[in-house]
């Protein structure tokens, strides 16, 4: 967390946020604390107080940025990850194979922010010293946000494309004209800086919507739109429990009934490169998996453009699509990574709104592993 969050933060009230009868309270809890907490539950579950202060502001940096289905709703999932031993408390990375520019990395089962984040700074090094780097990673635990390792790159005045597939499994979207889960909603993100306030930062999904948006809703009661999933008869459905069932529905491809081919084929050239470019192997199977194949490559700006005229570019394009009349006053065109990073300003000053069932499951979270309630659950 950085010191200008943790300042302005420090007071901050822990105070509901009202909603409607159908849906719970959320309680906006400040940055820095959350942080520490959810450090401490890391700690406790088995992490070294290194890497789980790594974890924790991942985790929670995702939330202050918007993006509360890579951010809060994964604690517990974390948590139970540790302590079942489904993930590696020590991050141990092999290299299969190595060069220059390039390297395949078996990240044995190890925690994924943590091993990725080290991968990542390991990619930009190399595209540092040698223009372009590629790395690809298999046996990688959830990674969470992936908008995140792109952005770290952008920070280091580079370009990043990344991508992901679930290991061969935890394939939630149906492919285009189909009704069964045959491909993960594979994400795909491209950072790149503007020597201004934000890099510019794409990170979607192949589907109309993530998983984690879906589980979200579920939790604070809500609908959906009906464009977002099918259930498990195939039909286009509001409730977001259809999904994950039992029985199971599917992600719609990204385009819809319409236009969902180019999702799916999307999300089947992305499987390609997180999973055939490794061991991690590409989708064959509905079983849910936890671990991750990531790709990723990295271009150091400087050995293709003077970074000054890579960043005059960035912003003149920013202006441009921005003078756009809008289709209402009301409107108004955001650059990619221009809504995360207003959120972040004012998550940093309000809080990270956290619903009560979540805030319930943090407080027997703290209990079980004798930790400190200092966000006074």
């Not at 990170?203 to 998983?211: E, I, K, L, R, T």
């Not at 739109?225 to 992600?251: F, R």
Request: include cysteine; charge should be negative; charged fraction near 20%.
């Amino acid at each position: 967390m950085d010191q200008s969050a943790a300042h302005s933060t420090k007071n901050l009230p822990l105070h509901p946020v009202t909603r409607n009868s159908k849906e719970p309270l959320l309680r906006n809890l400040p940055a820095p604390e959350l942080t520490l907490f959810c450090q401490q539950l890391f700690n406790a579950a088995g992490l070294s107080l290194v890497d789980a202060q790594v974890l924790a502001e991942s985790v929670i940096g995702s939330s202050l940025v918007g993006h509360d289905s890579h951010g809060i709703m994964l604690v517990g999932r974390y948590v139970n990850e540790l302590i079942k031993g489904d993930v590696d408390k020590e991050c141990r990375l092999t290299f299969e194979k190595e060069f220059p520019s390039t390297a395949c990395i078996n990240a044995n089962n190890s925690q994924g922010h943590i091993a990725s984040q080290q991968v990542t700074r390991l990619a930009i090094d190399k595209a540092l010293k040698h223009g372009v780097a590629t790395v690809t990673v298999h046996n990688l635990g959830h990674l969470g946000r992936l908008g995140t390792y792109v952005e770290m790159a952008a920070m280091q005045d580079c370009v990043a494309i990344a991508t992901i597939n679930n290991h061969g499994g935890a394939t939630w979207m149906a492919p285009f004209g189909g009704t069964e889960r045959r491909l993960p909603p594979n994400p795909i993100a491209i950072g790149a800086p503007t020597g201004g306030e934000f890099p510019l930062v794409l990170d979607m999904s192949a589907s109309n919507v993530a998983v984690g948006k879906c589980i979200v809703a579920q939790a604070k009661g809500e609908s959906i739109p009906l464009d977002w999933i099918l259930d498990p008869q195939g039909n286009p459905t509001t409730d977001p429990s259809q999904l994950v069932g039992p029985p199971s529905g599917s992600l719609i491809p990204l385009g819809g009934t319409i236009a969902g081919h180019k999702g799916y084929a999307l999300a089947f050239m992305m499987d390609i490169l997180g999973g055939a470019l490794s061991p991690a192997g590409c989708s064959r199977s509905t079983e849910y998996m936890s671990q991750n194949g990531f790709f990723l490559t990295v271009l150091k700006i400087e050995n293709f453009v003077e970074l000054t005229d890579f960043h005059k570019e960035a912003n003149q394009l920013i202006d441009w699509v921005k003078s756009s009349p809008t289709v209402s006053p009301d409107r108004e065109i955001l650059a990619p990574g221009e809504f995360e990073y207003r959120m972040r300003l004012e998550r940093v000053a309000e809080g990270i709104p956290v619903p009560d069932p979540v805030c319930e499951g943090y407080r027997k979270m703290a209990e079980e592993l004798e930790v400190e309630n200092i966000l006074d659950l």
